[in-house]
């Protein structure tokens, strides 16, 4: 809702154009403002700050990133590769001396010309001293270099999938461990209105005793039923304790800090879908079933890898450099050379072939898996919706069963009040409510873990993954 008190600005004829061109993106803006701040006043904005702040989503989203890394890693094999090589050798020993032949023709030569026009003390053994090239490479056809970029997106779709697989199983906790929180302070708050009435039952019926007009085994029932009151109660109280402190637990809050209170409009408890809808969007939006799906790309993509080995690869190189035995960088002591360069493995021992049946036999296991994991996913569907749908039914008879008990405890305190029952049926009456009033709590805290319970297994929560 935009403010009411922002006075509007008079237009002007030179800034009237401006305005109106921002008038769409300032509404844009306040909508987007509008919805978030509606969202923090509610248990979705609550699991979506949880999950931003989880260190455990942390963790899945760096070993995406990690994934992301590999698959950039990958995609540079396609691309020229620039390297820088330098040698320098100290030659001795018994090796090719270029010189030993070249040195006697040129001293002939001087003989015959009575002169000493050609050297005679050339140094040429090989390798010469010095070598420094750059050779620029670039794969033309690396069938293992394609292989090995399928794998690695793959693998990335799949660390991706279990990412949105551990999201949704979070939110799915942080949704539970809130509503049993929620329920069990309103259990406490029950519990805690009930016992005044049970302090009165057993001082009524001690007096009672005390008058001769009861036996002591009403003054032992009434202490019963107190203490199991109050027992109750300290189970309530824990369990307020534990569910709140577990969710505190997985939102990275303060083990003692207390949970934002919401109301039932802003659980967001949607309206129980049809099970063909959930069924439908279940096998589109499932993890489990993408990360299977790369998994089984991955393994497909393993078997080519291995398979690549039987094709031959091919890359250009170029290489332009300098070698002598000293080191001079000149026009006259360059040389370049251009290659392609040819690999192809004949034979292994069959080690390519034993690979490339691994790799397929993987697939073939996992793609069996397939059909497996989908009747799974549509029994954990089903029978999240039939339990779902059982516990909403539910409520109706509870809610009736509440209107039943309030309407006899009027009843029975107005004519109580007309001092025409005793007090001890106004107190089986007011419990008989108690134990109405926790049952309606359950029915519907029940019905709306149900409804979690299947948002989790049709992948319809969270609606957007962060």
Request: charged content about 25%; aromatic content about 6%; overall charge positive.
């Amino acid at each position: 809702m935009f403010p009411r008190n922002v006075a509007t600005p008079r237009p002007r004829p030179s800034t009237a154009a401006p305005a109106v061109r921002r008038a769409p993106l300032l509404f844009l803006a306040a909508l987007a403002g509008a919805r978030a701040v509606a969202a923090q006043g509610t248990l979705d904005g609550f699991v979506a700050d949880a999950l931003r702040a989880s260190r455990t989503q942390r963790q899945e989203q760096l070993a995406v990133a990690r994934a992301d890394a590999q698959v950039s890693e990958a995609r540079g094999r396609f691309l020229p590769s620039a390297t820088v090589n330098a040698r320098y050798s100290d030659v001795s020993g018994h090796v090719v001396d270029i010189g030993s032949l070249i040195n006697p023709a040129f001293g002939a030569l001087n003989q015959l010309m009575h002169a000493n026009n050609f050297p005679t003390n050339l140094d040429l053994r090989l390798p010469l001293r010095q070598e420094t090239t750059v050779r620029l490479a670039q794969p033309l056809f690396q069938p293992a270099v394609v292989a090995a970029y399928q794998i690695s997106t793959n693998l990335r779709d799949a660390q991706n999938a279990e990412r949105g697989a551990a999201t949704r199983q979070l939110a799915h906790d942080l949704r539970v461990a809130y509503l049993t929180s929620r329920k069990a302070k309103q259990a406490v708050a029950i519990y805690a209105a009930s016992m005044p009435l049970a302090d009165e039952a057993v001082r009524l019926a001690d007096r009672l005793v005390q008058n001769g007009k009861a036996t002591p085994d009403a003054l032992f029932r009434a202490r019963a039923a107190r203490s199991e009151l109050a027992q109750r109660q300290s189970d309530a109280q824990r369990q307020l304790v534990d569910a709140t402190e577990y969710v505190n637990l997985l939102a990275e809050r303060p083990l003692d800090a207390p949970l934002p209170e919401f109301d039932d409009a802003a659980l967001g408890i949607d309206s129980l879908p049809a099970l063909e809808d959930a069924l439908a969007h279940a096998r589109a939006a499932r993890e489990e079933r993408q990360q299977l799906a790369s998994a089984t790309g991955a393994a497909r993509a393993q078997r080519r890898l291995a398979l690549s080995s039987f094709l031959p690869a091919i890359s250009v190189a170029l290489d332009y450099g300098f070698q002598g035995n000293e080191y001079r960088f000149a026009r006259d002591a360059d040389f370049t050379t251009t290659s392609v360069v040819l690999s192809w493995n004949l034979f292994n021992g069959a080690q390519d072939a034993a690979r490339a049946h691994q790799a397929g036999y993987e697939a073939e296991r996992l793609a069996s898996q397939a059909s497996v994991v989908d009747r799974q996913i549509e029994l954990q569907v089903r029978a999240a919706h039939q339990a779902a749908v059982v516990a909403r039914a539910a409520i109706a008879t509870a809610d009736d069963r509440v209107v039943a008990a309030r309407r006899s405890w009027e009843l029975v305190r107005r004519r109580y009040e007309e001092g025409m029952v005793p007090q001890v049926d106004l107190l089986d009456v007011r419990a008989a409510l108690t134990a109405a009033e926790l049952n309606r709590l359950i029915t519907a805290y029940d019905y709306f873990t149900r409804r979690v319970e299947l948002d989790r297994a049709a992948a319809l929560y969270p609606r957007t993954l962060p």
